[in-house]
T-cell receptor
């Protein structure tokens, strides 16, 4: 089954304790992206990757890191989490075919992160 | 940056009624997409309309796009309780690598 998986689904941590949220897709997609969702703000893009070893900042990259060593994986790293990073996080992937007029993204189930 | 803004923020209707949600955006776009999110779950792509299209149908969904007004509407006909979810519009403009989402419309369909 084609899917995007994220782990963990729920995480409660404390300020300053490094954490990693994993994302994996089995659709051989080139493009992967991380979003955070906050009430009243919709989804905002954190980082994205066009392909292996190619990453770039989205709209709200501060406090986050990513890496893309393999095509299928795109982990999100919080080196020193803070309470304002409490949010619902989504990973998404997409193929690059039909670039300009086709950009459906497939979303993972989400990771609910609470930073105390 | 928030490109799309949905209206209304919340909508409550009875089963069988039609639900209409609107989305306005600020800059020119390549395409506009609608996504659905069940509570606490990931987003699911519903329908995409390109900038040179004015109307598109998919099952009980009808999407319109008015690029002169920079607005789109999503109509769900004959709604069901299972349609209860949040609905988001998202735009693709300029580069193909970014979807910009609005804050969403929460739809509640009562049996």
């Amino acid at each position: 089954e084609a899917q995007v998986t994220q782990n963990p689904r729920y995480l409660i941590t404390v300020t300053g304790k490094k954490l990693t949220v994993t994302c994996s897709q089995n659709m051989n997609h080139e493009y992967m992206s991380w979003y955070r969702q906050d009430p009243g703000l919709g989804l905002r893009q954190i980082y994205y990757s066009m392909n292996v070893e190619v990453t770039d900042k989205g709209d709200v990259p501060e406090g986050y890191k990513v890496s893309r060593k393999e095509k299928r994986n795109f982990p999100l790293i919080l080196e020193s989490p803070s309470p304002n990073q409490t949010s619902l996080y989504f990973c998404a992937s997409s193929s690059l075919s039909g670039l300009l007029n086709y950009n459906e993204q497939f979303f993972g189930p989400g990771t609910r992160l609470t930073v105390l | 940056s928030q490109q799309g803004e949905e209206d209304p923020q919340a909508l409550s209707i009875q089963e069988g009624e039609n639900a209409t949600m609107n989305c306005s955006y600020k800059t020119s776009i390549n395409n506009l997409q609608w996504y659905r999110q069940n509570s606490g779950r990931g987003l699911v792509h519903l329908i995409l309309i390109r900038s040179n299209e004015r109307e598109k149908h998919s099952g009980r969904l009808r999407v319109t796009l008015d690029t002169s007004k920079k607005s789109s509407s999503l109509l769900i006909t004959a709604s069901r309780a299972a349609d209860t979810a949040s609905y988001f519009c998202a735009t693709v403009s300029g580069g193909y690598n970014k979807l910009i989402f609005g804050a969403g419309t929460r739809l509640a369909v009562h049996p």
